[in-house]
């Protein structure tokens, strides 16, 4: 019998599974939580490998195998595995009558092509991307609780959504103008990867833009905000941090307004959402008030016309971006308040 | 009786002033060089006050006065000076029949009531505003050669404006759309004031935005790209490392284009140009690429409809941003290789 | 009627007492809280102040006088104020019936000579200076838990003696021989304090040794490890990051030991302590680690010979070195496990 | 016919040689400069591959081999290789009449052993590393000079010798008192090998000790200071920071001297000598000081006994700790200024 606070990791390696891990061992809400990589090194439990863990609980680690998995009581699982992983590997446990909070790519669109266009990888079978819920619990909280499969979001992709999504519901943007999101993240977005660009002496202080007009995490942005392609211009940035991504987005309103009128928009649409912080109107937030924590805080200038408006998203790429909100989603899905060990 | 290659230079207390005495120390033009500050603190040579230039040589030190400068042989005066003492030193000193290159604000702008507005201060003599050349050598070097005196540009604009500059003159922009040129810039150009948002826990593993459509080299990037305040989005960002600024600008262009057409235009409006390095179409710059050096890495991408570009200009703020551009503009003043000094 | 769960924060203003603030405001055992600071600027809840705050809890912010605290029910007070006004602020408090833990320096040494050696201040009553218990749990539980005074440790001081102290109490180290502490540490133990060498540009890319043979931490360690001031040197160095504390110590042993027999020797020394976390021999702990955390992490290296020993020790110098070990002084008193809002 | 100003410099992948190659494009006494690398990914000049260079000159680049050297008027090489590439490529040059300069380990020790012990390597040919010269041009000019082969030092070694140096050979350190070398390097020392541990996220905000007790440059301390290895502890700790070592040297002196003995000791040590700069008695530099130039900086405290000695020397791991001090090694072989292109 699965009970959805049994829960399985999938894939603790990398720096989202990591901070997955970190949350998880102190969630009041979950009784028993088993850890699984594909080379466990020889370790049991969590901390043999991760030092920083000791003295935190005593997780159990195991060798990956999708036997072990649905063997197992759990009614919940977190895959922060490669999207091919995650696409086949999923549906294996939903099969099984589990509930699978995924972190990779393999299921944040409706339309496989988009997945493998994007991805170049075999998309995961159409009925389940059709019923995956896009795990923005702000917006999709309703689906999220119910839902078999949750596509967690990309990091930079929350950044933006949480943004625009007010001003795209309310019809704000000024039709076919050009929205332009200007993306930085810290270096940990890019994952654990041996990578030469990545070494300390190359990122150091030093700043860059990557991947213009073909960020894998377009497509997402598209699709939650209803922009065209045409409309928006997305770019990211690598930041000489770890931790972090702000996104300054540029909008033309489609008519004047106020600064409060703005202000206004926002907090009612995140109203009694405890993890999205409005500022107030003319403030800007920073990224250190976010990082470690599960927040996204969202600000805004307006200037004096009143239509032009720079919005400006703050999130922890590990936090809220990744691990945190995967962890809002599970809170979802358990029925309890969503900012459960995200405080 | 004046040589243009004794020098004066006045305030070496702030970063670009440190910046600008490293690099004079050893400019093999430089025939005599005399360091003032407000206060020597009893130093009579600049290594007593800055150990990083013992071994380099001893350039004199004195207390900063009028007279002590008008009654030296100097020929060629820079002034690293806060904007209202430029403002009224530069006359004096033109009036003694110096040439001046101020790195101040005060002569930036063709009109007084343009600087007064977004300086708060007085502006110097309208005939000298009048006759004032803005010191980008790129484009002004006609005028800059012969200049009593060189308004040396800001960072952020002299970034923007030689990335911007041959489209503008070459009409590419699409008339009316919006140009965001989103900036971002290591601590050092904030200066060497002592604030609390500039302490190293406050900008280390930090991110932000800051002066949103109220930063003072706005009007220097309208003048000198010929775009309007309302066409202009410009903001600007702290970096956490030192040095280095790089913007990313979003255009939409008139017409299609493609890349080599865009490259084309670039390497001919800069051909001869030591200072400005194009990237190949579809590749890009980084900071690392340019930080202790005098140098404008500028590079682009082109979307698919080759109608949106996306330029990516990089410099160093103490470098080509302040007293490398300095050195430049009084190499073209003593009418020799205008690199000098800066390779 | 005082409560011990009612507490009084005074001086949120700095590194130290933000991250008390932080600690505090989601500590289950506080039933009350009310934090005092000497200018409020018309705040009247912390997060008017600490925009991080905001969705944390308002806890209630006051401008601070000594009639205030004493005035309201709280029975614990934490004074994160400057050594002279805690000196002269703590016996008002104890007056009036409450427990205080300090985080200044005013009260962690026995001799009123050697706080006013060391400090160039007025000390504070003998009386109050002979009862007060050092701050370090996990070697004075039994004497912190009804102080009506605990002195909380400096940072540099506690990752030190904790190092040491087992080896001490054995009598492990040679007599006469030299003992060299050398210790690194993060930006934010040298205060919020404006100082140039604190800006940015000076601590970035940078590191340097300071207050060699002057440091204040120096008669907290001597006092609570029996070494003479002769016998050790204790040296510091800025580190280019906001947190952590690595102190690298070199003993020579009295005679040959192992490795296991000193590595028992610390576990049965911390046996049953969950914020000191002690490990393998010959595997040294870094200082990402326990950043963010409570910790504090040795481990060693012993040579060949067995004669020779290197200890490394690490704490967060805001966790550990301040803010959190005062909380854990504070568990202490109220009796409930000691790492309470610390994991 | 070979001649010393023709140069081939052999390995320009990592930091090291890339340094070599920045310094040497614009050395005023090299004639022409060959580059070679075992893969050119099919460019031909040094800008092809490092953007960073453009417009700084188009030296050609080749793939390398024995024969391609010999082959050509080169009468000097720099070898940035592998400690085995080097051991087997420098006899060959040296055969073929070449000058080398070796910035590998393979010719640092007289004793084969020690190479063989230490680097688990062969060793090269007996009589080379009889003839080779220990490339610390402040020591052994004399030999440099006319040496086939120069050993360029480790970084570590440089500045841990050249601080012991002039007190050893003045006797002035108490016999088999223990000297604790407690050093810190950026990252770029590490190399540029693909490594987890020195990954962006790995390296930023951390700081640890590594190699306790076996770091590879002990040998170096030893043989060129005479101290032995039981008197001697050498650690080494990785700072989050690209570039600069700065040791902390603490020594025990035989007898009582005062700061103005030790600095005089040490100013007529390196009498003449531009690129160590001695600090005034009591006065410490830090790494900002040397980082980007070829300077070693030493400074020094005294405890008040006149008996505990802390010497400080910092230089840039990648200038005087490598690529710098094999340039000054060439100028000794060229018989120019030692400073030459390092200023």
């Known amino acids: 019998m699965r009970k959805l ?14 901070e997955l891990a970190r ?17 466990t090194q020889g370790a049991k ?17 195991h060798t990956f195998s999708v036997d072990a998995i649905t063997a197992s009581s759990a009614g919940t699982a977190f895959l922060a595995t490669p999207h091919d992983v995650s696409a086949t590997l999923a ?6 009558g589990m509930r699978v909070v995924d972190l990779s790519g393999a299921f944040r669109f409706r339309s496989a092509e988009t997945f493998t266009n994007w991805y170049k990888l075999a998309a995961p079978p159409a009925n389940l991307l059709a019923e995956a819920a896009y795990g923005v619990p702000e917006i999709y909280a309703d689906k999220i609780k119910d839902a078999r499969i949750v596509a967690n979001p990309g990091c930079y992709a929350t950044s933006v959504i949480l943004a625009l999504r007010p001003l795209t519901d309310a019809g704000w943007i000024a039709a076919d ?53 045409t409309q928006v211009i997305f770019s ?11 996104s300054t987005i540029y909008v033309n309103l489609e008519s004047q307004h106020t600064g ?7 907090r009612k649409f995140y109203a009694g959402r405890a993890m999205v912080r409005i500022w ?48 809002q989603n599970f809170n979802h899905i358990l029925g309890i308040e969503e900012h459960t060990a995200l405080q």
């Open 5 to 18: 606070n049994h829960i399985a990791v999938v894939g603790v390696t990398g720096y989202t599974g990591f």
């Open 23 to 39: 949350i998880l061992v102190r969630h009041p809400g979950v009784e028993t939580s088993t850890f699984y990589m594909r080379d």
């Open 45 to 61: 439990c969590l901390d043999e490998l991760f030092p920083q863990l000791r003295g935190r609980g005593d997780a159990p680690l």
């Open 91 to 96: 549906p294996s446990l939903v099969a099984a």
């Open 177 to 229: 103008s050009g929205v332009v999101c200007d993306c930085k993240s810290g270096a940990s977005g890019a994952g654990k990867e041996l990578r030469r660009d990545l070494q300390f002496v190359e990122v150091d202080e030093n700043f860059k833009a990557y991947n213009l007009f073909s960020h894998r995490h377009t497509p997402e942005i598209l699709e939650h905000t209803g922009l065209s392609e």
């Open 236 to 246: 990211t940035h690598l930041l000489p941090i770890s931790r972090g991504i702000l």
């Open 260 to 266: 409060e009128a703005i202000e206004a928009l926002y």
């Open 280 to 327: 107030p109107a003319g403030s800007l937030p920073e990224l250190q008030h976010v990082t470690h924590t599960n927040f996204c805080d969202i600000g805004f200038v307006l200037d004096k016309t009143g239509r032009r408006l720079v919005s400006v998203s703050c999130l922890d790429n590990l936090g809220k971006g990744a691990a945190g909100q995967a962890v």
